[in-house]
């Protein structure tokens, strides 16, 4: 049986009309991106506005609930009691209203070279009574220059840390900050003594509001989901190691 092979004509119309197929799918992905920043910036704008419209109630509700407090005294035990726990739930909220606040103004970061060294220590002059409260050590390697928002980073490692202090073991914490340069990025580990995440979680930590704890440790699970807002805002990526038995290391790679 002969073979009809295409003419070159045919071939020029084919590829003509694969390049307009090829050209079509790129707007179309093109506005879906759009379409994403522009929802996103919208849930961002208004989470924002009604997380800074709860504070005002809620100060009010913390204040009145310490003079109804104050009023009743020793009077009525209950009372007292049931205004405490008015007071303690306020704070909480108040609390998950400034985190989403700051998970809400993370904007596009501004990059410029940003060493390392400095910014880790003016993050231990930050935690320093919590440090302190908690026998922690914290260590480094020699740390290198990164292009990142200095600002971003120094919340994303803050963040890291300050986890490493909550979420700690019966020994006291140690953590380990390096940074591994490679071509086309520098990975930075963040490396603790806690307990560890069992990997079925790995993901779900840096969920938004994604809590493994009871209310027994203070939380409201935002604070890994704003490493990987940050991380991710400067082109890289985030991810946890771990056993589950003897510590985690947390690792975020920012591109060079």
């Given at each position: 049986?002969?073979?009809?092979r295409?003419?070159?004509?045919?071939?020029?119309?084919?590829n003509?009309?694969?390049?307009?197929?090829?050209?079509?799918?790129e707007?179309?992905?093109d506005a879906?991106l759009?379409?994403?920043?522009?929802?996103?910036?919208?849930m961002?704008?208004?989470?924002?506005?009604a997380a800074?419209?709860?504070?005002?109630?809620?100060?009010?509700?913390?204040?009145y609930?310490?003079?109804?407090?104050?009023?009743?005294?020793?009077a009525?035990?209950?009372?007292?009691?049931?205004?405490?726990?008015?007071?303690?739930?306020?704070?909480?909220?108040?609390?998950?209203?400034?985190?989403?606040?700051l998970?809400?103004?993370?904007?596009?970061?501004?990059?410029e070279?940003?060493?390392?060294?400095?910014?880790?220590?003016?993050?231990?002059?930050n935690?320093?009574?919590?440090?302190?409260?908690?026998g922690?050590?914290?260590?480094?390697?020699?740390?290198?220059e990164?292009?990142?928002?200095p600002?971003?980073?120094?919340?994303?490692?803050?963040?890291l840390?300050?986890?490493?202090?909550k979420?700690r073991?019966?020994?006291?914490?140690?953590?380990h900050?390096?940074?591994?340069?490679?071509?086309g990025?520098v990975?930075?580990?963040?490396?603790?003594n806690?307990?560890?995440?069992?990997?079925?979680?790995h993901?779900?930590?840096?969920?938004?509001?994604k809590r493994?704890h009871?209310?027994?440790?203070?939380g409201n699970g935002l604070?890994l989901?704003?490493?990987?807002?940050?991380?991710?805002?400067?082109?890289?990526?985030i991810?946890?190691?771990?056993d589950?038995?003897?510590?985690?290391?947390?690792r975020?790679?920012?591109?060079?």
């Amino acid at each position: 049986m002969k073979t009809v092979r295409p003419t070159l004509v045919e071939l020029r119309a084919e590829n003509s009309r694969l390049a307009s197929r090829v050209i079509e799918a790129e707007r179309e992905r093109d506005a879906a991106l759009e379409e994403a920043r522009r929802s996103r910036s919208e849930m961002d704008q208004t989470c924002y506005a009604a997380a800074h419209d709860l504070q005002e109630p809620l100060r009010s509700i913390t204040s009145y609930a310490q003079l109804l407090a104050r009023r009743i005294g020793a009077a009525d035990q209950d009372a007292t009691e049931f205004a405490g726990y008015i007071i303690e739930g306020a704070n909480r909220m108040a609390t998950l209203v400034r985190d989403m606040l700051l998970f809400a103004r993370v904007m596009p970061p501004k990059l410029e070279s940003v060493p390392m060294g400095p910014v880790l220590n003016g993050i231990r002059m930050n935690l320093q009574k919590e440090i302190g409260e908690a026998g922690a050590v914290i260590t480094s390697d020699v740390l290198p220059e990164v292009n990142a928002d200095p600002i971003q980073l120094g919340q994303l490692l803050q963040q890291l840390i300050a986890n490493a202090l909550k979420f700690r073991s019966q020994s006291s914490p140690r953590v380990h900050v390096a940074a591994d340069e490679k071509e086309g990025e520098v990975v930075v580990s963040v490396r603790d003594n806690g307990p560890g995440i069992e990997p079925r979680f790995h993901q779900q930590v840096f969920v938004v509001f994604k809590r493994l704890h009871g209310r027994d440790i203070p939380g409201n699970g935002l604070g890994l989901a704003l490493c990987r807002r940050i991380v991710e805002g400067h082109g890289g990526r985030i991810w946890v190691e771990s056993d589950g038995l003897s510590g985690s290391t947390f690792r975020f790679s920012l591109p060079r």
